[in-house]
Nanobody, 119 residues
Framework: QVQLVESGGGLVQAGGSLRLSCAAS????????IGWHRQTPGKQRELVAV???????TYGDSMKGRFTISSDSAKNTVYLQMNSLKPEDTAVYYC?????????????WGQGTQVTVSS
């Protein structure tokens, strides 16, 4: 099993910044992709940003230029720096990780952390 521990959510004013962290721990896990999605009530979970083991990244369209994803492979931790936050960024942000334990492909979600941006 793999546990994802998220931190860094909270309340911020529009235009402000937050930094989310997600640390993966547990079984020996070869991470292929780790990153963030977000969800608001009544809407589907949407991609925020992911980073792959080769360092390549993918961002959701509305996050480009404002959010930056990075990782520390030694710590199995991913970071999401969110700048120029807007009220529409308000959501629960979920960390996710895909990888391999032994020969088995696995995928895990974190429990989520609330981000609220006030206008």
């Amino acid at each position: 099993q793999v546990q994802l521990v998220e931190s860094g959510g909270g309340l911020v004013q529009a235009g402000g910044s937050l930094r989310l962290s997600c640390a993966a721990s547990g079984s020996t896990f070869n991470i292929n992709v780790i990153g963030w999605h977000r969800q608001t009530p009544g809407k589907q979970r949407e991609l925020v940003a992911v980073i792959r083991s080769d360092g390549t990244t993918t961002y959701g369209d509305s996050m480009k230029g404002r959010f930056t994803i990075s990782s520390d492979s030694a710590k199995n931790t991913v970071y999401l720096q969110m700048n120029s936050l807007k009220p529409e960024d308000t959501a629960v942000y979920y960390c996710s990780v895909a990888g391999r334990i032994g020969t088995q492909e696995k995928f895990y979600w974190g429990q989520g952390t609330q981000v609220t941006v006030s206008s």
